[in-house]
């Protein structure tokens, strides 16, 4: 069964830096990571989740997209490791205002471009919080 786990999570100063990481894991023989869109969200207590950031495809395997939402865009940086099975978010000044629980989402998506992971579609970590001081 696949599984998403995120990791990096912690207490940072307000414009300091975190990376998170999200491992995808329980692929069968005939699954690929490529083959899977990649989102990262956040959700604060009393709000709706909100997604941040994506890296999919726009139908070309070696062009990946990607999507930042506006209040993150020029300091956070997503990438995608296809042998580690793994992606990433690269958080840089960092503000009180990104305090939130991270979550990792992942979208078996083969054969179509995409450029976010679908909700109801897609396999969902346990989430990483992450506390900004100010």
């Known amino acids: 069964q696949v599984q998403v786990v995120e990791s990096g999570g912690g207490l940072v100063q307000a414009g300091g830096s975190l990376r998170l990481s999200c491992t995808v894991s329980?692929?069968?023989?005939?699954?690929?990571?490529?083959?899977?869109?990649m989102g990262w969200f956040r959700q604060t207590p009393g709000k709706e989740r909100e997604r941040i950031s994506c890296i999919g495809w726009s139908g070309q395997r070696s062009s990946p997209v990607q999507f930042y939402t506006a209040s993150v865009k020029g300091r956070f940086t997503i990438s995608r490791d296809n042998l580690k099975n793994t992606v990433y978010l690269q958080m840089t000044d960092l503000k009180v205002e990104d305090t939130a629980v991270y979550y990792c989402?992942?979208?078996?998506?083969?054969?179509?471009?995409?450029?976010?992971?679908?909700?109801?579609?897609?396999?969902w970590g346990q989430g990483t919080q992450v506390t900004v001081s100010s």
């Open positions: 329980g692929l069968t023989l005939d699954e690929h990571f490529d083959d899977y869109v």
């Open positions: 989402a992942a979208d078996r998506v083969p054969s179509s471009p995409r450029t976010c992971p679908r909700d109801d579609d897609s396999r």
